[in-house]
């Protein structure tokens, strides 16, 4: 079963900062939140992940809330080429299982 | 080398076919996976092979048959699919499947399969 919960869809405007939330209130301590994004007709594409403290690389950035029951995934100046289905996933430390959330349909425009 | 490629992009088969799907990587990884995805739902894990052995079936039905020749291919062997079965095949490859590494996964474009 899933372990996390994303809004269906949401719309960013092109150039501004898309915040993609999730929550993943029975996370336990030694797993990870991880985001993926697909864009149409693609793989899966790793974006970032995490344990406890905020973390951000070239593509974006995720800050996880102190209390670790939901997180939200920045992307800084959203573009075109961000649209795409975003993906919230716990992973368990140690483990090869994601347990993937139905993800999050974000539609940038122009 | 960061790809994981997959073959062929489209298959349409028959119920009473054989084929296979192909998987490649070159990144020395250890850990290869098979997935399933059907239209707007997020993969489901179908097989794990970790260092060239079969670690984990997640249930699958034995119409799928999965197999690691080397380090750097798998494979998918379909036999007697149903229609249900149509779906997008996804690979993908990590450094391990423990600790070692992020746990990033590498997935390949996908084969998007038609039973008929």
């Known amino acids: 079963d899933a372990k996390t919960t994303q809004p269906p869809s949401m719309d960013c405007a092109e150039g501004r900062a898309a915040n993609l939330p999730c929550n993943h209130s029975?996370?336990?301590?030694?797993?990870?939140v991880y985001w993926y994004r697909q864009i149409h007709s693609q793989g899966p594409q790793y974006i970032i992940h995490?344990?406890?403290?905020?973390e951000t690389n070239e593509m974006a950035s995720l800050i996880i809330t102190e209390d670790r029951k939901s997180s939200t995934l920045i992307l800084p100046h959203a573009t075109l080429r961000d649209t795409a289905v975003y993906y919230c996933?716990?992973?368990?430390?140690?483990?090869?299982?994601?347990?993937w959330g139905a993800g999050t349909k974000l539609i940038i425009k122009p | 080398d960061t790809e994981v490629t997959q073959t062929p992009k489209h298959l349409v088969m028959g119920m009473t076919n054989k084929k296979s799907l192909k998987c490649e990587q070159h990144?020395?990884?250890?850990?290869m996976y098979w997935y399933k995805q059907k239209a707007k739902k997020p993969p489901e894990l179908m097989f794990v092979?970790?260092?060239?052995?079969?670690?984990i079936n997640e249930s699958v039905p034995s119409r799928f048959s999965p197999e690691c020749p080397n380090s750097s291919l798998l494979n998918l062997h379909l036999h007697a699919l149903q229609p249900e079965d149509s779906a997008l095949y996804l690979c993908?490859?990590?450094?391990?499947?423990?600790?070692?590494?992020?746990?990033?996964?590498?997935f390949g474009e996908g084969s998007r399969l038609t039973v008929l």
């Open positions: 990144m020395g990884h250890r850990a």
């Open positions: 092979y970790s260092y060239e052995k079969l670690s």
């Open positions: 995490g344990l406890k403290n905020n």
């Open positions: 996933i716990v992973r368990e430390g140690g483990n090869y299982q994601l347990i």
């Open positions: 029975t996370i336990s301590g030694n797993e990870y």
């Open positions: 993908a490859s990590s450094q391990d499947v423990g600790r070692l590494g992020t746990g990033e996964l590498f």
